[in-house]
């Protein structure tokens, strides 16, 4: 797919039915601008372009001014007497991005948005925005103080727009005792200066994709528990006709979904968890992008280097390719439009490498702008939603294309209706966003936008060796985190 030009591509998303492009598989970090980052990531209907920015408050300023944009336990509803006490607001707005399950977004307006009406007397508007638009939305409403009163945020745009939105801690902490508490990944992306800055409600991760048939054909009942053993199993198949395809190039979701993984799984990190502190230059980098080479060569097609997330998906239900790493969406698709396609496809977690097995977060949350003119409304409201009552039936609508941060959620009835989803709810114990374990800072946003990990495996499986690749990437780290 031709990318389009630079400025062009850091706002826009190029329109299409092509059910191959996902339409929402991996949601984009915040988006920065060319003129800040230096770089912009191609667009696609199904991961939205990223390249996260964010740090002090000046930093985040300037960023805003420059970019273009029944289930266990249940929460009191809020006093509708109380409500009435304060003159509550005829209507509250929640902005929410185009869902790729179309029926999660019709039982919002037509089931929980008339539920709270009928409740409370207040009506809640679902503005529905086009699929890449949020990030520009969300920006446009922080910088201006002014728009819908909450909204569905990404990544780490609970850091980024901290200071325009409310704290909603007390909301997290009934919401986490009434509900089974909350997965220790959740707070990874909302909690800014120990405060909760929004409410997650799902995640979108990403899987292991494969041919059942082709692999069993080759000797594998199950898909490979470590690394060493998929790249055991890539061989044979490539040899029968069967190879590899993962993203190499400057998507957002498919490559950073199983590189940064990888990383981590041999103990490799880019910068220790002071957020300082740069250890990219390391002997498990090292062992990490060694390997990476080896399953490039000797598994993969050629052009992965050059794929997006669209590519991937688009190899693998044309028959391509055996195994890539994506969402739900490849499973969904072959269910759609290839029957008998999808009876042979299986999804499983990552592999795990000799520190363990990793997944990449993609939190989907809920915030309130500070400039909400009744704060305290649009926190009952939010956290009426957040009711297993109302929640509940939400997440079964979308069956497990969200995944709950709740573990009163873990054997939800929309588990059982498509068991080969189960690993979706497994991986977000293993599950961060990509830089961990630093905290989110604007220098890690930058290595992000810039594609710094992503290149470094990149190069090596185009022909530099690990020692350039590596000391490329350090000096990327050094400058960004000198000059953040």
């Known amino acids: 797919m031709t990318s389009p030009p630079m400025k062009e591509r850091l706002c826009t998303q190029p329109p299409t039915t092509d059910f191959t492009d996902e339409h929402r598989h991996v949601s984009g970090c915040a988006l920065a601008a060319p003129e800040v980052l230096g770089h912009a990531s191609p667009n696609k209907n199904a991961d939205r372009e990223a390249a996260m920015a964010g740090g002090s408050r000046e930093s985040r300023r300037e960023f805003l001014k420059l970019t273009a944009l029944g289930a266990a336990g249940a929460l009191a509803a809020p006093a509708i007497g109380s409500t009435a006490a304060r003159a509550a607001p005829k209507s509250l707005t929640m902005m929410h991005e185009s869902s790729f399950v179309p029926p999660f977004d019709a039982f919002f307006k037509n089931k929980l948005a ?8 207040i009506k809640v508007n679902y503005e529905v925005v086009s699929v890449g638009s949020l990030q520009a939305r969300v920006t446009t409403t922080a910088e201006n103080n002014s728009g819908p009163d909450l909204a569905t945020l990404s990544f780490n745009w609970a850091f980024l727009f901290d200071e325009k939105l409310v704290d909603v ?16 990944t959740a707070q990874e992306a909302v909690v800014v200066n120990g405060k909760w800055k929004a409410i997650p409600y799902a995640n979108i991760g990403q899987l292991m994709n494969w041919r059942t048939d082709w692999f069993k054909q080759a000797g594998y009942e199950k898909f490979p528990d470590t690394w060493d053993e998929l790249l055991e199993a890539g061989i044979k198949l490539k040899k029968m006709g069967h190879p590899f395809g993962f993203e190499l190039g400057h998507g ?16 490799a990190r880019e910068v220790e968890a002071d957020g300082k502190t740069i250890v990219i ?26 794929w997006t997330d669209v590519n991937n998906n688009k190899a693998f239900l044309s028959e391509q390719i055996s195994c890539t790493n994506n969402a739900e969406s490849i499973l969904w698709a072959a269910k759609k439009d290839f ?6 496809i299986d999804q499983s977690e990552n592999p795990k490498g000799p520190k363990g097995r990793f997944h990449m977060l993609n939190p989907q949350a809920h915030a309130i702008f500070s400039h909400t003119p009744d ?10 939603l957040m009711v297993p009552k109302q929640l509940g039936p939400w997440y079964d609508i979308a069956v497990t294309y ?5 573990h009163a959620y873990d054997d939800a009835p929309m588990w059982k209706v498509e068991p080969r989803n189960l690993p979706y709810r497994d991986a977000l114990k293993t599950a961060h966003l990509p830089g961990w374990p630093q905290p989110l800072s604007r220098a890690q946003s930058e290595t992000i936008a810039k594609y710094v990990v992503i290149d470094m495996f990149a190069k090596a499986c185009a022909g530099k060796s690990t020692k350039e690749v590596i000391a490329d990437a350090k000096a990327q780290l050094t400058q960004i985190y000198k000059t953040a």
């Open 252 to 267: 957002f979701g498919d490559n950073h979904g199983w590189l940064y993984p990888l990383l981590w799984s041999y103990g």
């Open 402 to 406: 969200y995944q709950p941060f709740l």
């Open 375 to 384: 704060k305290q409304a649009a926190k009952d409201f939010l956290r009426w």
């Open 281 to 306: 230059d390391s002997d498990e980098t090292a062992r990490a992008v060694d390997y990476c080479r080896r399953l490039y060569k000797e598994t993969m097609l050629e052009d992965c280097l050059g």
């Open 169 to 184: 801690s007390d909301i997290a902490a009934e919401v986490g005792k009434e509900s089974g508490g909350w997965y220790d």
């Open 339 to 344: 029957p008998d396609m999808a009876k042979v």
């Open 114 to 121: 008339a539920a709270y009406e009928k409740e409370t007397g």
